[in-house]
């Protein structure tokens, strides 16, 4: 249960101005993709009890979309081959696909396969991964920008206007977060 979110909201914003600048480097370093990936994993950890915490983030945020791409799987993904992307999956092709932000949390924070990918010029451009679930299946991609845009309204969202009803017929407690 997360009682004050700011402390939870402040280091998302953090981490969104880190990425920022990793987005806007030349040349990644070794340690720079390791804060990376600690980053991402913290941060859609993060989003997710903030989620699954009531009254912490607006209904308008919490009814956010994200657009992935998905490349199919090729071959079994193992320990000892998941970090051959090029092998596993064909990321000549991909497909479009729109998930609610509690779907790429579970995905990421369970994720099997992981991988930062850099653009052309150096700096990072977002990310590959896929669930022990979903690996022999599929891999899905993320791009940085979204990454950030989610750590930045998650973490700037601040709820103001809280509304409890009850359904007279079931009984079941009604929130509404504005």
């Given at each position: 249960m997360i009682w004050e979110s700011w402390y939870w909201k402040q280091p998302l914003l953090e981490v969104a101005e880190r990425l920022e600048s990793f987005k806007a480097s030349n040349d990644l370093s070794e340690d720079q993709i390791a804060q990376v990936e600690r980053d991402i994993f913290i941060g859609f950890y993060s989003v997710r009890k903030l989620f699954e915490a009531s009254a912490k983030i607006t209904d308008r945020t919490r009814g956010l979309s994200l657009f992935l791409q998905k490349h199919s799987n090729?071959?079994?993904?193992?320990?000892?081959?998941?970090?051959?992307?090029?092998?596993?999956?064909?990321?000549?092709?991909?497909?479009?696909?729109?998930?609610?932000?509690?779907?790429?949390?579970?995905?990421?924070?369970?994720?099997?396969?992981?991988?930062?990918?850099?653009?052309?010029?150096?700096?990072?451009?977002?990310?590959?991964?896929?669930?022990?679930?979903d690996k022999d299946s599929h891999l899905y991609f993320i791009n940085i920008d979204q990454v950030i845009s989610l750590f930045t309204q998650v973490g700037s969202d601040d709820p103001c206007h809280i509304e409890l009803s009850r359904d007279p017929s079931t009984g079941t407690e009604i929130m509404v977060v504005r």
């Open positions: 090729l071959k079994p993904v193992t320990w000892r081959n998941n970090h051959k992307l090029d092998e596993l999956y064909d990321l000549s092709r991909s497909c479009k696909e729109t998930r609610d932000v509690l779907f790429v949390c579970g995905r990421i924070i369970h994720s099997f396969v992981f991988a930062p990918c850099e653009s052309e010029t150096g700096g990072l451009y977002g990310a590959f991964f896929s669930s022990d679930r």
